[in-house]
């Protein structure tokens, strides 16, 4: 009984024709050329994506640039040239059946597809810790005004004399956080926008950078004597570990009221 149940998997092995040379001839020669331009493309793509990088002068600029595109440029960067390495592998042999050829294929497609799903998770969870450096430097690198003299980063309440009413709402919400530059010889000031809420933190649980603001809440608004109370919530993504921080509200300005 044990022996007709192999027998048809031995014939599998032993009847199924060579794979005609022609098929495969084209398929080394297509494919290896489908291979190089896949490996080509994702070179060219994460190259073009630092060089323009390096031409880009204007520190603001570099930051918005790293944070709209450094995770997504890899990330398709990446996967072109893996699926280009998948296709050379499998040019570079030559298959003796048509099961075995297909067998190589789909071993190779499946580690590829492990890989992939590797680095999708050390760019998404692990990889924002080193960006989040990078784009502190450059917020908080001094600004040179156009007489070349170097700026003077204003503190939180010494900004609001340049925001306007706009402005200093998106503030009071956390939406939007502006930076104010000033050269102190010339007056003249350079204002910058942000994303008020914060980027992912690390996460005292998994210790993966995934812990994200879900909210805010005051407790107690600022006045003109004394400091407010702000309550902020976190989450993590990865593992749900939840935390709270408290931040000081700055006083109330009275130049800013007094112009209302």
Sequence with gaps: MIICEIAPFKRLFTM????????????????????ILL?????????????????????????????????????FSFLLFAVGATLLLNTLFSPTTWLWFFVRLFLSSMMTIIISVVVQNMLKFYFPFFIEKRLKKLRYSPRISADGNIMKLLSEEEEDVYLD?????????????????????????????????????????????????VKEE???????????????????????????????IAKLNPKALSTD
């Excluded at 199924?16 to 291979?35: Q, V």
């Excluded at 939406?175 to 926008?193: H, N, P, R």
């Excluded at 407790?219 to 000081?248: D, R, V």
């Design 39 to 75: 490996m080509t493309a994702g070179l060219i793509l994460v190259l073009s994506y630092y060089f323009y990088l390096l031409i880009l002068t204007d520190k603001k600029s570099r930051y918005d640039y790293i944070n709209k595109n450094e995770i997504k440029s890899l990330w």
């Design 165 to 213: 009413e706009g402005m200093q709402a998106e503030e009071n919400v956390f939406s939007i956080d502006y930076d104010v530059w000033i050269d102190e010889k010339t007056g003249s000031t350079k204002i910058e926008k942000y994303n008020g809420k914060l980027r992912a933190l690390k996460c005292e649980n998994c210790n993966y950078q995934t812990l994200k603001l």
């Design 16 to 35: 199924i024709p060579l794979m005609p040379d022609y098929i495969l001839s084209a398929w080394n020669i297509f494919g290896n050329y489908t291979a």
């Design 218 to 248: 005051v407790i107690q608004k600022a006045t003109l004597q004394n400091t407010g109370e702000l309550t902020k919530l976190f989450c993590c993504t990865y593992c749900g570990h939840k935390q709270k921080k408290s931040h000081n």
